[in-house]
């Protein structure tokens, strides 16, 4: 298949913003996240991805911080174009109050100021994965 990356460079923090509505069944917790990426080099240096996110209520402004950052890092398998998986973050909190029907803003970086990133080519960021957890069993 062909890739569809956004490539954050080695020598300074990149951002891209996306947003998602979350099901009425999610509990408005803490949530988690793992990061699927790849590499353009053939070694094994290592990436720091971060994840911060703000919830957005109807009829609120869209003008407001972002919550705290959660950190994840991984390390390059050894071959260019290999899949990386990150593990599962730690549990953080999205910034804002958060409310059934809510629009939630993220922000995913590459954050080269960590001590694990020393990768010195681009960090090819493929998708992410979301876990939260729900108190209802659907979203009537």
């Known amino acids: 298949p062909d ?5 954050f460079d080695a020598s300074a923090d990149e951002h891209a913003q ?3 509505a979350f099901p009425k069944s999610w509990n408005e917790g803490q949530i988690s996240y793992q990061v699927y990426w790849t590499t353009t080099a053939t070694d094994t240096d290592g990436v ?3 994840l911060q996110g703000v919830s957005v209520s109807d009829n609120a402004t869209i003008d407001v911080a972002y919550g705290s950052i959660e950190i994840v890092t991984d390390d390059a398998l050894g071959a260019a174009e290999d899949l990386c998986v990150t593990a599962e973050s730690s549990a953080f909190t ?5 409310a059934v029907n809510d629009l939630v803003f993220f922000r995913i970086f590459r954050d080269v100021s960590d001590s694990n990133d020393d990768m010195a ?4 960021l493929i998708g992410i994965k979301i876990f939260f957890t729900t108190d209802a069993a659907n979203d009537a």
């Not at 890739?3 to 490539?7: A, E, F, S």
């Not at 999205?94 to 958060?98: F, Q």
């Open 3 to 7: 890739m569809q990356v956004m490539d």
């Open 18 to 20: 996306f947003q998602i």
């Open 48 to 50: 720091a991805w971060g």
């Open 94 to 98: 999205i910034g804002g109050t958060l």
């Open 121 to 124: 080519e681009d960090a090819r």
